[in-house]
């Protein structure tokens, strides 16, 4: 059984940043994908970075572009999001997903296994 577990989140100031720490085990061999998600009080869930585990190809949201970095360490089963220069507007509780196969690499309805989620709270 597939399990992923957020770690990382916490209050930070604008402009501060913070790193986030997925582990995952019992995934499929073969697995396509891990990508960040977020979601806002209110607001849908959110497709943040997505990386293919095969070729490393990445996608980010433009929302996060040149502030967030996602990275997989396959040696330790864990996948990261580093996010620099945070702002208020980044405030929601952040999970990561993966996802056995191809297509729209940030569409949450097309990933399979979810963690937990960790809380993101920028604030001043």
């Known amino acids: 059984q597939v399990q992923l577990v957020e770690s990382g989140g916490g209050l930070v100031q604008p402009g501060g940043s913070l790193r986030l720490s997925c582990a995952a085990s019992?995934?499929?061999?073969?697995?396509?994908?891990i990508g960040w998600f977020r979601q806002a009080p209110g607001k849908e869930r959110e497709g943040v970075a997505c990386?293919?585990?095969?070729?490393?190809?990445?996608t980010y949201a433009n929302s996060v572009k040149g502030r967030f970095t996602i990275s997989l360490d396959n040696a330790a089963n864990t996948v990261y999001l580093q996010m620099d220069s945070l702002n208020p507007e980044d405030t929601a509780v952040y999970y990561c997903?993966?996802?056995?196969?191809?297509?729209?690499?940030?569409?949450?309805?097309?990933?399979?296994?979810w963690g937990q989620g960790t809380q993101v709270t920028v604030s001043s």
């Open positions: 997903a993966m996802r056995e196969y191809s297509g729209m690499l940030l569409r949450a309805a097309e990933f399979q296994h």
């Open positions: 019992g995934f499929p061999q073969g697995y396509y994908g």
């Open positions: 990386i293919v585990r095969h070729d490393g190809y990445i």
